[in-house]
């Protein structure tokens, strides 16, 4: 198996380890950037009834510009708003972390099946949220699993503001 596929599934598994590594490989960002695309093409393909191919394409580039939103988001929050002594951090790092805890995301091509998409969606969604806060944690170097929570919190709402004005300006995918 290789290197990414093992990091992958370890970003997925939930290990803090995993999180200490690609925030630390500079050059993990690529890696990092291919697992956003894998799980928002997943969620494309999972909602394919929804929008068919042109919505596949706009998904995979509104989850790039918002993966960078929502790290940049985050580094401000975290770095800013609620850093401890031991907070060192730059956009970098957390571009890496978040970016593998999309892993799970993968998931929701599953949601194609009718009976169990709404279901499928939602836990993936949880899956990914659970891992981005253990990767906030280790790229902000928090000893504190609460404080990660709080700058998830905080910033959810400026991504969500940003994915909101998206669809306003441009639709949910092209025609």
Same mark, same amino acid.
């Given at each position: 198996?290789?290197?990414?596929?093992?990091?992958m599934l370890r970003a997925a598994r939930l290990?803090?380890?995993?999180?200490?590594?690609?925030?630390?490989?500079?050059?993990?960002?690529?890696?990092?950037?291919?697992v956003v695309v894998l799980a928002s093409l997943?969620?494309?393909?999972?909602?394919?009834?929804?929008?068919?191919?042109?919505?596949?394409?706009?998904?995979?580039?509104?989850?790039?510009?918002?993966?960078?939103?929502?790290?940049?988001?985050?580094?401000?929050?975290?770095?800013?708003?609620?850093?401890?002594?031991?907070?060192?951090?730059?956009?970098?790092?957390?571009?890496?972390?978040?970016?593998?805890?999309?892993?799970?995301?993968?998931? #929701?091509?599953?949601?194609? $099946?009718?009976?169990?998409?709404?279901?499928? %969606?939602?836990?993936?969604? @949880?899956?990914? !949220? =659970? &891992?981005?806060?253990?990767?906030?944690?280790?790229?902000?170097?928090?000893?504190?699993? #609460?404080?990660?929570?709080? $700058?998830c919190a905080l910033g959810f709402p400026v %991504?969500?503001?940003?994915? @909101?004005?998206? !669809? =306003? &300006?441009?639709?949910?995918?092209?025609?």
């Amino acid at each position: 198996m290789s290197r990414f596929l093992r990091r992958m599934l370890r970003a997925a598994r939930l290990e803090a380890d995993l999180y200490e590594e690609v925030e630390a490989d500079r050059s993990a960002i690529w890696q990092a950037c291919f697992v956003v695309v894998l799980a928002s093409l997943a969620a494309g393909i999972g909602s394919f009834h929804n929008g068919g191919i042109p919505g596949m394409v706009w998904q995979t580039g509104a989850a790039l510009l918002g993966w960078w939103v929502w790290a940049w988001v985050t580094y401000m929050i975290g770095t800013r708003l609620l850093p401890t002594r031991e907070t060192v951090s730059d956009h970098g790092e957390l571009l890496r972390t978040i970016g593998f805890s999309s892993a799970p995301g993968i998931l #929701r091509i599953f949601a194609l $099946v009718d009976p169990i998409s709404g279901l499928v %969606y939602f836990g993936a969604t @949880a899956w990914m !949220l =659970v &891992a981005m806060v253990i990767g906030v944690r280790q790229a902000l170097d928090y000893r504190s699993t #609460r404080r990660a929570i709080a $700058v998830c919190a905080l910033g959810f709402p400026v %991504y969500a503001l940003f994915l @909101a004005a998206t !669809l =306003v &300006a441009l639709g949910p995918w092209p025609s």
